[in-house]
């Protein structure tokens, strides 16, 4: 049974870094065909996608993080993290790491409905 487990949320200011790991157990990263992503959802709005990588190590993110936001995976430690940088007010939410087994085409991988498994969500608060 695969199972998503996150960790690194927290409080930080305006400008702040903080980087969030999501370990992934029941699948392993050593084969190509899966992938993973970070989405976020603030109070009273829609879950959105963050970030995506894949086991062939390709990686897209969101025009609304991308330069400021990095994700990354440690095929060692079937984790996969996400460094946040310069960190805004509206980066505050709550951040849910996401993966399916199978592979997720990239026009997709926004998509929450392509993910079979998610994690329970670690808060990120940024404030001024």
């Known amino acids: 049974q695969v199972q998503l487990i996150e960790s690194g949320g927290g409080s930080v200011q305006a400008g702040g870094s903080l980087r969030l790991s999501c370990l992934a157990t029941?699948?392993?990263?050593?084969?190509?065909?899966?992938?993973m992503g970070w989405f976020r959802q603030a109070p009273g709005k829609e879950r959105e996608w963050v970030a995506s990588?894949?086991?062939?190590?390709?990686?897209y993110h969101a025009s609304s993080v991308s330069g400021r936001f990095t994700i990354s995976k440690d095929s060692a430690k079937n984790t996969i993290y996400l460094q946040m940088d310069s960190l805004k007010l509206e980066d505050t939410a709550l951040y849910f790491c996401?993966?399916?087994?199978?592979?997720?085409?990239?026009?997709?991988?926004?998509?929450?409905?392509?993910?079979?498994?998610w994690g329970q969500g670690t808060q990120v608060t940024v404030s001024s």
């Open positions: 990588i894949d086991g062939q190590s390709n990686t």
């Open positions: 996401a993966a399916s087994v199978g592979w997720i085409a990239v026009a997709r991988r926004a998509w929450t409905t392509e993910y079979s498994y």
């Open positions: 029941g699948f392993s990263f050593s084969g190509n065909h899966w992938c």
